[in-house]
């Protein structure tokens, strides 16, 4: 989101905050009617290698993805289309879109867990304990490139096969090979005696 598009998103926010209308928070298109608990962990792994002189060195960190968790209390009359449009999403494990109470909007959220408490004093109403998970998304670019492969010098994954030819000896190769036969040959009469 820009620059812009972030202070009129927080100057709306203001003003409706001013006026006493309260934003509905939305999870995938469905309206969250009472978020008691919103809480955002924000973690990193931190490497660490045992080195000679026994001691632990750390040399890379890596952000972790944000992971959220909800309380929701849906009492709307709507709360069974929600419960199955909620079961849907985890389902399909699509990214979706998280807006919280008019303030923060995530993006790339999938649903990771639903817990669900039913109360027998409480009929018509579902409260869920949702774990969010915020992805990250690659994206593969493809390219039209055409290798020629002779001037590469590859055969482009294909093995070449090539047939070992055999020369003949030449002429001193000749008179060694004369010589080692005799001296066997020598050998061999000298054990039998």
């Given at each position: 989101m820009s620059l812009w598009g972030q202070l009129q998103q927080e100057a709306t926010s203001l003003v409706k905050n001013f006026l006493g209308i309260k934003e509905k928070s939305l999870l995938g298109g469905i309206q969250l009617h009472v978020i008691s608990d919103k809480s955002r962990s924000i973690s990193a792994t931190v490497t660490n290698r045992r080195v000679e002189k026994g001691f632990n060195i750390s040399d890379t960190v890596r952000k972790e993805p944000l992971i959220f968790q909800l309380t929701v209390v849906d009492n709307s009359k709507d709360y069974m289309l929600n419960r199955q449009s909620l079961e849907k999403m985890l389902e399909a494990g699509e990214p979706i879109e998280f807006y919280y109470s008019g303030r923060?909007?995530?993006?790339?959220?999938?649903?990771?867990?639903?817990?669900?408490?039913?109360?027998?004093?409480?009929?018509?109403?579902?409260?869920?304990?949702?774990?969010?998970?915020?992805?990250?998304?690659?994206?593969?670019k493809?390219?039209?490139?055409?290798?020629?492969?002779?001037?590469?010098?590859?055969?482009?994954?294909?093995?070449?096969?090539?047939?070992?030819?055999?020369?003949?000896?030449?002429?001193?190769?000749?008179?060694?090979?004369?010589?080692?036969?005799?001296e066997r040959k020598k050998t061999g009469l000298k054990n039998i005696f």
């Open positions: 923060d909007l995530y993006q790339n959220i999938v649903i990771e867990n639903i817990e669900e408490l039913e109360q027998a004093d409480r009929k018509n109403c579902f409260t869920y304990y949702i774990t969010l998970r915020q992805i990250s998304v690659a994206e593969i493809a390219t039209d490139s055409k290798v020629d492969y002779k001037k590469a010098g590859s055969t482009g994954g294909k093995k070449k096969r090539i047939a070992a030819t055999v020369k003949s000896p030449t002429s001193l190769e000749n008179t060694k090979i004369a010589e080692k036969q005799k």
